[in-house]
């Protein structure tokens, strides 16, 4: 199979959201923290009608309809997600009905999980599945869906909510370039679930970013050695068109991508002219572990990074500063955003994508865009997603009424025997939404 990638997507986040500034102001932030320190706008969430399960099957079901795919033409199917509802049944057998009414049982695959990592996994699997000698000619679909919940507290603004489908096959307009793949895996404490009774992860937030600052060197680094070998030149940003982050929160996504100037800057690379290496100079004796801490480091590889950051990362996160972390869908979620701004400017363009998950593991990896032919073009992945139609229609919630629902769902989390309001009134027609967890905690849904 030649150019296997991404041929259709599907982006689902709740109607349910919060502005940050409200937010903000309803936890006695001072002014400006999470719109312009974390750089977010809004954060989506499930209310107690929605889960990942339910966000998943509506993302599913509305990729199959809107590009007209047959169910039996799944070969295998593949969840990222680190929202854990059952320790044992993965959310792929919650999905599998949709292709159980059709007499498809023959599908591979179930979940894969590393915080945000997970659906970088399950692309992976998906794409190394199709590029194999055990390909069956049939498609492969993955979803990354998650609910990022946190405890009161700073961590609490860095929450959203979303499922992304991608329907995974040869031909496709968004092709991997499947040498260039560099990965950094290590064993660290930065952001774990230990406690199997809570949804919340227990964070140490300082240590996350410097962890996603480090892993973003190494995969960087990685990825440049292999770019020079196969290419015989050295890489620099100027030869990703675009680069896509997964995004906690925006002002990372910033500190990330000047982060990657600053390397291009200690290798010499072509993307630091004479103003930009006069600029960085004063800190190239600096300690790794010392370049992590300095503010001036930042604000001056920050100014370096300004041009290049417009052009090659802002069209990537408008979903992103707008849903806010969606954790396995993140990534994805800016790489929605990218095709959704540009999708008539990328035929020919290269984008580097870097996913991240705690623990830690993480990679950078290269995808390549044509434009492709219905039903599997970006124009008509851009008119499937609608993104500007979703983000209009939501319902923004007061802070009350949000920390209610948190309540609410902390006390359902891990629970049984209950029911649902069922309310609906919010949710689109074609979503899927939870009714009742019964006796023996098995969860029903309806579909609106
Ligand atoms: N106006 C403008 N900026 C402000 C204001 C203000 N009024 N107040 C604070 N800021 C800035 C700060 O200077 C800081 O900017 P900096 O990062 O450039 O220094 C930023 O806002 C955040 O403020 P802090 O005080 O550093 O934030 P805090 O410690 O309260 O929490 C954190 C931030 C750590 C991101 C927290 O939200 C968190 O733990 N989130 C979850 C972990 C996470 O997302 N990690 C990322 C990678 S791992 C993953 O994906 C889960």
Redesign the pocket.
């Known amino acids: 199979a030649k150019n296997v990638g991404i041929l259709a997507m599907e982006i689902y986040f709740p109607p349910t959201c919060i502005k940050q500034e409200v937010l ?1 102001a309803h936890d006695g ?10 750089g977010q706008d809004c954060m989506a969430f499930c209310s107690e009608v929605e889960d990942v399960i339910s966000m998943s099957m509506t993302a599913v079901t509305s990729l199959l309809e809107k590009y007209n795919v047959d169910p039996k033409q799944i070969g295998r199917l593949e969840v990222g997600s680190e929202t854990v509802l059952d320790k044992s049944k993965s959310i792929k057998t919650f999905l599998m009905p949709i292709f159980e009414k059709c007499g498809n049982t023959d599908i591979e695959g179930v979940d894969s999980s590393n ?2 990592y997970g659906g970088t996994a399950a692309l992976f699997n998906c794409v190394n599945w199709v590029e194999s000698s055990s390909w069956d000619g049939r498609y492969g679909l993955v979803v990354c869906t998650d609910s ?1 919940v ?1 405890a009161e ?6 929450g959203g909510a979303a499922a992304i489908a991608m329907l995974i096959g040869p031909n496709a307009p968004i092709a991997f370039e499947s040498k260039l793949r560099s990965s950094h895996m290590a064993h660290v404490y ?2 774990y679930k230990p406690d199997l009774a809570s949804e919340y ?1 227990v ?4 240590l ?2 410097t ?2 600052l480090m892993a973003l060197d190494a995969c960087y680094k990685g990825f440049c050695q292999k770019f020079e070998k196969m290419e015989g030149k050295q890489f620099s940003v100027l030869d990703a068109d675009y680069v896509v982050f ?4 925006n ?2 996504v910033q ?1 990330s991508f000047s982060r990657m100037l600053f390397n291009d800057f200690l290798r010499n690379a072509s993307s630091i002219d004479e103003a930009a290496k006069e600029k960085l100079a004063p800190f190239s004796s600096l300690s790794i572990e010392e370049s992590y801490q300095s ?1 001036d480091l ?1 604000k001056a590889s920050q100014q370096v990074a300004k041009p290049f950051y417009d052009a090659k990362v802002q069209p990537t996160t408008l979903i992103p500063k707008q849903v806010g ?1 969606m ?1 396995t869908a ?1 990534l994805y979620a800016a790489f929605a955003s990218l095709i959704h701004n540009k999708s008539s400017d990328l035929a020919g363009k290269r984008v580097i994508l870097f996913s ?3 623990g830690l593991s993480a990679t950078m990896f290269s995808l390549r865009f044509t434009e492709g032919e219905a039903p599997f073009s970006l124009s008509n992945i851009v008119s499937v997603m609608s993104v500007a139609e979703k983000l209009k229609s939501r319902h923004e919630l007061e802070p009350e009424k949000f920390v209610e629902l948190m309540k609410l769902m902390e006390h359902r989390y891990g629970g049984k025997d209950f029911i649902t309001s069922k309310d609906c009134s919010l949710l689109a027609p074609g979503t899927y939404y939870l009714t009742e967890v019964d006796s023996k905690y098995r969860r029903f849904y309806a579909k609106k």
């Open positions: 903000e932030a001072s002014k400006g923290k999470y719109t312009i320190g974390l915080a945000c990022a946190y507290g700073p961590a609490r603004p860095t930065d952001f992860p964070v140490d937030g300082k996350s970013q962890c996603y997964h995004s906690p929160y002002k990372l500190k503010r930042e972390n954790y993140s991240y998950g705690s």
